[in-house]
């Protein structure tokens, strides 16, 4: 007979938005207990860069990342995480990327007060790795932090169990939720709250309220090069024009019509491909490069050199490196809504799911999970 066990909260899923919920429920002295379907977790959260981005967010969200920045930066401290308060550098080599800089600096002063405009010659100061050549200035921003992904997705664990008594069941699937009864593949556990953040499975628990919400998947290409050699410091993470198309906070800039509209025209496959290319390091020296963006249920495992090799010559233009020899490819899947910054649904009473968080797990679940816990 399978042991019957009693806590107070239930996390399903180990991923990031799992994580976050497990430590904001830990914290406050309730009794958890953590599953995940494998071991360790490998669904988008290991598969990420590891940036904490608040440069990318506004208003609320922008309130919502800075809060997780900090509880990142405790939970790396006390757990022994590498995290680099890296800052981040938009690189402008165009006058419309410039343009958008400077409007995105001047609109909202008081929201993005870390921000600044770098000329080119206070860039090459504080980076190795920019292209200087035709460079007009850059975005720096100081809030960009960056983590190990693969250390932090499979460390917090550990270090949940041994801080806060977080009870952790990997390798175990949960089928069926039924409070206060939870079934799980490892036998019946009995909770007052379940957190299900199940990732991109939305077929195992509530398949049908996933499916009336809209909830969607991306993949997106990415690679890690070889260390880089003679302990190489990359500094800040680089992004260029491509990624101003990307986030939130440059959405609201009216210069960024200008800037579409060039990049639709010279650019064509990397708007069809949804490219942008960010460049972050890892302790060990390794650069992790991407992505592409391809929206849907059910995609081809397999991927594409020739998005790769956008990437690579994309970046090419922004960034000059001492290798770019690739080690790694691989792809990561994460859910999303269009037009949502996350779901949040109480399918049942005590249950509640969180999921969608898109491209901006890692940026914002912890302070997500302060809010709902907060509620
Ligand atoms: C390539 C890539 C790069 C990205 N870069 C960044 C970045 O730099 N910064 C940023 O902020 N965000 C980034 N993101 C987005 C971020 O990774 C996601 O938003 C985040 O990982 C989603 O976390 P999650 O916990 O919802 O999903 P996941 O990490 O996929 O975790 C869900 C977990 O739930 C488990 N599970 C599901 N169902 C069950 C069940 N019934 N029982 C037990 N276990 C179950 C799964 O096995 C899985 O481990 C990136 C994403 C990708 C793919």
Redesign the pocket.
């Known amino acids: 007979m399978p042991v019957s066990q009693h806590v107070d909260v239930v996390v ?7 994580l976050a919920h497990a430590y904001a429920a830990a914290r406050r002295g309730y009794k958890v207990a953590l ?4 071991n360790p ?5 290991i ?7 608040p440069v990318g967010k506004y208003g609320p969200l922008l309130q919502r990342s800075l809060k997780s920045r900090e509880i990142w930066l405790d939970v790396s401290g006390s757990a022994g995480l590498y995290c680099l308060e890296s800052g981040s550098l938009h690189l402008a080599y165009h006058d419309d990327e410039m343009a958008v800089l400077e409007e995105f600096c001047a609109r909202f002063p008081e929201s993005h007060e870390n921000c600044q405009i770098l000329s080119s010659t206070e860039v090459a100061e504080k980076s190795q790795a920019v292209n200087m050549d035709g460079l007009k200035g850059a975005l720096w921003s100081r809030t960009e932090l960056n983590v190990d992904p693969r250390q932090a997705i499979r460390e917090i664990p550990a270090w949940l169990e041994r801080t806060y008594g977080v009870q952790l069941c990997f390798g ?3 089928t069926d939720i039924a409070l206060p009864h939870v079934q799980t593949t490892a036998g019946q556990w009995q909770a007052e709250r379940v957190f299900v ?5 939305f077929e ?2 509530y398949p049908q309220e996933y499916a009336a919400s809209g909830i969607q998947r991306c993949k ?1 290409q ?1 690679m890690r090069t070889v260390p880089q050699p003679d302990h190489w410091r990359l500094g800040p993470n680089l992004c260029s024009g491509l990624t101003m198309l990307r986030y939130d906070s440059f959405a609201q800039c009216e210069s960024l019509a200008a800037l579409r509209q060039r990049i639709e025209s010279e650019m064509p496959f990397y708007v069809q491909h949804d490219i942008h290319v960010l460049l972050s390091q890892t302790a060990l020296g390794e650069l992790t490069i ?2 592409h963006h391809e929206y849907g249920m059910t995609f081809d495992p397999f991927d594409r050199e020739e998005i790769n090799h956008a990437i690579l010559r994309y970046l090419n233009t922004f960034a000059h490196l001492p290798t770019v020899d690739i080690a790694e490819r691989w792809h ?4 999303l809504i269009k037009g949502k910054t996350e779901l949040i649904l109480h399918p049942a009473p005590g249950v509640t799911i969180v ?1 969608a ?8 679940s912890f302070g997500l999970a302060e809010e709902l816990f907060s509620a």
């Open positions: 399903v899923g180990a991923g990031i938005v799992g599953f995940e379907r494998t977790a490998v669904g988008a959260s598969r990420n860069f590891g940036q904490i981005w175990t699937l949960v953040c199940s990732g991109a499975d195992t628990l997106l990415m991407g992505d990561g899947i994460y859910a999921n968080l898109s491209g901006a797990g890692m940026t914002l």
